[in-house]
């Protein structure tokens, strides 16, 4: 299994450019989040879906739209890119288990960085 | 404001040393998880601990959860080179799938 898999690894945006984040998991899991990782700021939550066809926003929702059409899939789109969204992305996917713990496995990362 | 406070920011010990990582929080979780991130990568889970008291060891990495469910330590013990890296905390609660994400405890050892 290759897990849950990014891409691209590094982009280059100017500002009011707009791009797709790609990722996808073979593990079947039903829920998919991304995040964005800051230095100082931990990982914080841009939108997360609990199964294809629902989304939702997380705590950092603005200037990016989401889609999940199949469990597989759950690219994140940047509309009008701008600095302030330079960052690492993340993409993870979980599953629901007994304790609901939410276990987050985790892509390598996509660098963003806006000009 | 971090949901999940982690401590210290920073930690540079000597090989062999052992350190301890905190991460506290006002909030009770239901849950709380363990991951470490090392550069270029994603984070990978260490473990998650459930139950007020727990302890569990992986090797030498020891985690604790606090009895109210509002803290937990990663203990490492005779550190390693290999141990290096950020380690992030995790709580979970209830019936909510989002998890809050500590600020994270940047660990070097230094051979």
């Known amino acids: 299994n290759a897990g849950v898999t990014q891409t691209p690894k590094f982009q280059v945006l100017k500002t009011g450019q707009s791009m797709t984040l790609q990722c996808a998991q073979d593990?079947?899991?039903?829920?998919m989040s991304w995040y964005r990782q800051d230095p100082g700021m931990g990982l914080r939550l841009i939108h997360y879906?609990?199964?294809?066809?629902?989304?939702d926003q997380g705590e950092v929702p603005n200037g990016y739209n989401v889609s999940r059409s199949t469990t597989e899939d759950f690219p994140l789109r940047l509309l009008s890119a701008a600095p302030s969204q330079t960052s690492v992305y993340f993409c993870a996917s979980s599953y629901s288990n007994p304790g609901a713990t939410y276990e987050q496995y985790f892509g390598p990362g996509t660098r963003l960085t806006v000009t | 404001t971090q949901l999940l406070e982690q401590s210290p920011q920073f930690l540079s010990i000597q090989e062999g040393e052992n350190l301890t990582v905190y991460c506290n929080s006002s909030s009770v979780f239901s849950s709380l998880q363990w991951y470490r991130q090392e550069p270029g990568e994603g984070p990978v889970l260490l473990v998650t601990?459930?139950?007020?008291?727990e302890v569990k060891k992986l090797k030498r990495l020891t985690f604790q959860f606090g009895d109210a469910r509002k803290d937990s330590s990663l203990h490492i013990t005779a550190a390693q080179t290999g141990d290096t890296g950020l380690y992030l905390c995790a709580g979970a609660t209830s019936n909510d799938y989002k998890l809050s994400f500590g600020a994270g405890t940047t660990v070097t050892v230094r051979a």
């Open positions: 593990m079947n899991h039903e829920y």
């Open positions: 601990v459930v139950t007020g008291g």
């Open positions: 879906s609990v199964g294809a066809g629902i989304t």
